[in-house]
């Protein structure tokens, strides 16, 4: 029953409604009346308590579906967003990371030289260049994969170097704590150091005691960095590198790892020997496996024998037989599960079934000195960029020459002349990169080099210069007869200064003699010629001939034309005389020096 005012429900019998105070005395029977014409309309229903219930429930599962449903779209669109973006990020990276690479080719001289570093910190900035410029090279380079390979494997062997850098040289100037004398030491000493050197792909690792440790690569990195970029076989070994790249030994001969985890790694090394045989670094993987083996097998937790020990190491032995059967390694783990007393070196020696380069003897380099990696790359881009030929190398510590090579080093004192095809030589450093200066050289000229110097030999005034260098430039300083003779030891010398208009005579002393025509005058000769009455044999120079006989021979150095001066020497031969020349004047005792 409800109240015909308020709405309220009201009880049966009650005479006023207690929410409106609404006077209920009429008749009863009339508001129930009332009551049930409403309740046969739906529309003036009262909703009962369990039936809201379920509305809202209803309400809540679809505002919940429709917001997951709002949320999966939403997802959906800013996921196929960030892929598209991705994908254009991408194409704008590789496009980036080209344009970098090709700045490199139309400018040689900035690719990044490994250097000797000076410190720590100078190391890790140089090496980050280079590692950085590699990826590039190998990524985007037009060179064979074997010309890849080649660099690549230059770049480990300089890391092989680098792991010579100890506390003793290089890492004892950046020490920021006391040298470390316990492990716990050591490993804060090392989380300082590592962190400095993860982003180039190097840690430091200690030696047979705490307080001496050096520099080691990171596998782990230089398989994430390089892998994609070299050959197959490279990316395996760079990947099994990579999986067991925890040092296995520690202080006292005592393995580091597990058992099981010297197990998988001497099998994974053998197989990975044995399915790739023409491996570029197969006695890199010939090592390992040998140092991994040896160790394993004569680590000083097997050797002290110890009953739970001893049974740990016989059960993963078993395994290792059960599990490559194959192996040729087996007959050495089966003597190690039946011998009580284990093996001999000499023993394991005589059962080992591979050939081998102890502690990795075989791959480690003779010199610590570290290398530029790109320097044939370097070569090879500027002749082909800037269409030149490098003619010769000067040392400035030296202060010698000698003729350009592809196989010749470069080193830090280094300067090259290369012909600039305008009739001289530009200059570059041991980068190769071209500076402001160029050597003028008669296009008529002839350089060579004799006892390690550069020489211009000019046939139009008889002339020879040596080039030297002094201040920063190079200059040719014209030569007398005395220091002409330095590096023509067994050639005579006639200055033609010193001929007047009547022949001279020259008396031989040997039936065969060398001469050289020179002139301090500065001369113009251009389009003379050598004439003799028997054939002279000619020099290495159009004014160096050679008189092999025991008479006389008359020889003119002639003008082009009638105008011109004409020089006439007669040369004869006398065994008793002990004077190369006669009725001339010594051009050496007149030469200045």
Not at 129 to 149: I, T
Not at 508 to 528: C, E, R, V, W
Request: aromatic share 12%; glycine share 4%.
């Amino acid at each position: 029953m409800f109240c015909p005012r308020c709405g309220k429900e009201i009880k049966n019998n009650q005479r006023f409604c207690i929410n409106c105070g609404y006077d209920l005395s009429e008749d009863i029977e009339q508001i129930k009346e009332k009551d049930d014409f409403y309740q046969k309309k739906s529309y003036y229903k009262i909703p009962q308590h369990n039936s809201f219930k379920k509305e809202i429930r209803l309400d809540i599962i679809g505002g919940f579906l429709f917001k997951l449903f709002l949320t999966i779209v939403v997802l959906f669109i800013g996921w196929m967003g960030l892929k598209i973006a991705g994908h254009h990020l991408i194409s704008d990276n590789l496009h980036n990371d080209k344009s970098k690479y090709e700045a490199y080719v139309e400018d040689p001289s900035s690719i990044p030289e490994l250097e000797q570093p000076e410190s720590l910190q100078d190391l890790i900035k140089n090496l980050k260049d280079v590692q950085n410029f590699l990826v590039l090279y190998l990524k985007y380079s037009d060179d064979s994969a074997d010309e890849k390979a080649k660099v690549f494997d230059n770049y480990r062997k300089q890391l092989l170097k680098i792991e010579a850098f100890s506390n003793d040289n290089l890492l004892k100037e950046d020490i920021k704590n006391s040298l470390p004398q316990t492990k716990k030491e050591f490993k804060k000493c090392a989380a300082y150091y590592n962190k400095e050197l993860a982003p180039v792909g190097l840690k430091i690792v200690t030696d047979t005691a705490y307080a001496k440790y050096h520099l080691k690569e990171d596998y782990m990195f230089t398989y994430k960095k390089f892998a994609e970029y070299v050959s197959s076989d490279m990316k395996g070994y760079l990947y099994l590198r990579a999986k067991h790249h925890e040092e296995f030994l520690e202080n006292g001969g005592y393995l580091a790892v597990s058992p099981k985890e010297m197990n998988l790694r001497i099998a994974d090394y053998e197989k990975f020997l044995n399915n790739n045989p023409n491996f570029s670094a197969i006695n890199e993987v010939k090592d390992n496996l040998y140092f991994y083996t040896f160790g394993y097998i004569f680590a000083n937790d097997r050797q002290e024998m110890k009953a739970i020990k001893h049974n740990t190491f016989k059960k993963w032995d078993k395994k290792f037989i059960k599990h490559n059967k194959n192996s040729k390694l087996n007959p050495i783990f089966s003597k190690m599960v039946t011998s009580a007393n284990g093996i001999s070196t000499n023993q394991f020696d005589s059962m080992y079934p591979y050939e081998y380069e102890k502690q990795l003897e075989s791959i480690r380099p003779l010199s610590g000195e570290l290398d530029d990696i790109f320097i044939n790359l370097r070569k090879s881009l500027i002749k082909d960029f800037a269409n030149i030929g490098y003619k010769y190398v000067y040392s400035q510590t030296e202060g010698m020459w000698t003729t350009f090579s592809d196989n010749i080093k470069i080193s830090k004192d280094t300067l090259l002349l290369a012909d600039n095809g305008q009739g001289g030589y530009d200059v570059y450093d041991n980068k190769f990169k071209k500076t402001n200066q160029v050597l003028t050289i008669d296009s008529n000229s002839r350089i060579i080099i004799k006892r390690g110097q550069l020489l211009v030999y000019n046939p139009q005034c008889l002339q020879i210069s040596r080039i030297e260098y002094s201040y920063g430039s190079f200059t040719a300083k014209i030569l007398s007869s005395k220091l002409i003779k330095q590096y023509f030891p067994d050639t005579l010398i006639i200055n033609v200064d010193n001929i007047g208009e009547n022949a001279v005579q020259v008396t031989k002393t040997t039936p065969k003699q060398t001469y050289m025509l020179i002139s301090h005058a500065g001369s113009n000769f251009d389009g003379y010629s050598l004439n003799s009455d028997i054939p002279v044999q000619k020099g290495e120079l159009s004014n160096i001939f050679t008189i092999d006989s025991t008479d006389t021979v008359n020889v003119q150095w002639n003008p082009p034309s009638a105008d011109g001066k004409q020089y006439t020497i007669v040369f004869v031969t006398d065994m008793t005389s002990t004077d190369s020349q006669t009725n001339t004047t010594d051009s050496e005792t007149k030469d200045e020096e």
